[in-house]
């Protein structure tokens, strides 16, 4: 394993493993998809990291690893959020019958608007 002060997913998992087939759906398939995130470790929360920083250093990190690099844009944060507030939207219309494929459609039409940082 891994061990750094700034703890991620990715840094907690066994060194040569591969998360690719996990956020692909082909271990748990899920309608939607996953949706990657770092999350803030112990370190962060007891020095107080401001969320915007952690927010830029989470872009950072997929934007620059190479597992991550081609689809950054669907990962993070404010990806997830977006994605969330897009299936709330849906069941608040009282459309409870949510087409994924069209959710996936809405995600590729709204990445201009996901801000990155």
Do not use: W
Not at 12 to 19: P, S
Request: glycine residues 4%; hydrophobic residues 35%.
């Amino acid at each position: 394993m891994a061990h750094s002060q700034h703890t991620n997913a990715n840094e907690c998992r066994d060194t040569g493993t591969d998360v690719i087939d996990i956020l692909a759906s082909h271990i748990i398939p899920l309608c939607l998809g996953y949706v990657p995130v770092v999350n803030c470790g112990q370190y962060d929360i007891d020095t107080s990291k401001p969320i915007q920083q952690a927010l830029d250093a989470e872009c950072h990190f997929f934007e620059s690893h190479p597992t991550y690099q081609g689809k950054a844009q669907y990962c993070g944060t404010p990806f997830l959020a977006c994605k969330l507030n897009m299936v709330c939207a849906a069941f608040s219309t009282n459309d409870c019958s949510i087409n994924a494929t069209r959710l996936v459609d809405l995600d590729a039409s709204h990445l201009s608007d996901t801000p990155r940082h």
